[in-house]
């Protein structure tokens, strides 16, 4: 029998402390097993295989790619697990370029690559076992009739729902520095809604188990599922986020996401916001400094 990895035992290890939780007084402080040990996911991090112009940093969470606009490949450390997120906020673009990320997923061990490719699309999907989606300014929902579908905001809905994965949504928002007028000019401003290939703006690939033991793989764009961007991808495989830090996006870092419950500061923050005109309103608010920033830009 083979020896279980870092990865399984970290998991093994969450389900054997965790059991059915019930509160007979609020059912939804009632947890069970399966919730629990999702949030037990370990930190996500790049893999140290990666293209030549990649530059990850010691605690290998932030990728900057230093020269031309290819060779910028970089995977996830380790396999996903079902409904774990690979998320990355944009933290510096760089002009006169055409093209921006591209996310997705791959069968392939990067250890084994002999050579890493130049680019995700054609070069790491015509190796087949591979799937990678372009993100673009706009039109980036995959819906099942082609249409267009509306795009609410955050603060609608505090948990991300994809088949059995339930992740709280306020990690997975991207926000802009606010300028004095911003809430005047941008109807998207209270929500803070950035566009998806903007500085700052937070996207992440995961996969999610079908009823038939199949995977399909989501892209999350600041807090927003954009539908199944590919299916019936082989769950039984380890299947390695992609990030491809491609042409106008120069350097992306990993977010560390919250699973299962949202913390007290999120859901204070949640709270808050429902009750302010735009986020420079907080400013006036008898707060500590650290909450007052931790509510307009974290």
Partial sequence: ???????????????????????????????????????????????????????????????????????????????????????VEIEEKELGW???????????????????????????????????????????????DGSEARVQGFLSEPYLLIEQVRIPRDKLVGRSRPSPYSHMLDDLYKTNVLPPTARRSRIGVLYAIRSDGMADMHIIINGEDMGPSARSLPASRPLYAVIDVFASTKSVRVIQVEYGFPSLKTLCRLVIQKHIVHRLAIDGLDLPPLLKNFCKYE
Wanted: net charge neutral; proline share 10%.
């Fill in 1 to 87: 029998m083979s020896p279980l990895s870092p990865q399984q035992l970290y998991r093994a290890r969450c389900l054997s402390l965790t059991g059915p939780l019930k509160n007979s007084h609020n059912p939804v402080l009632s947890v069970n097993a399966t919730e629990m040990a999702a949030a037990c996911h370990p930190p996500t991090r790049f893999h140290h295989v990666h293209g030549t112009n990649i530059r990850i940093d010691p605690s290998h969470t932030q990728a900057t790619r230093v020269e031309s606009f290819a060779n910028g490949l970089c995977f996830s450390q380790e396999p996903l697990e079902p409904g774990q997120i690979f998320l």
């Fill in 98 to 144: 055409c093209g921006h990320l591209r996310v997705g997923l791959t069968a392939h061990d990067p250890r084994s690559l002999d050579v890493v490719p130049e680019y995700s699309l054609p070069d790491l999907v015509s190796m087949g076992d591979t799937w990678v989606f372009a993100i673009t300014r706009h039109h980036n929902r995959v819906t099942p």
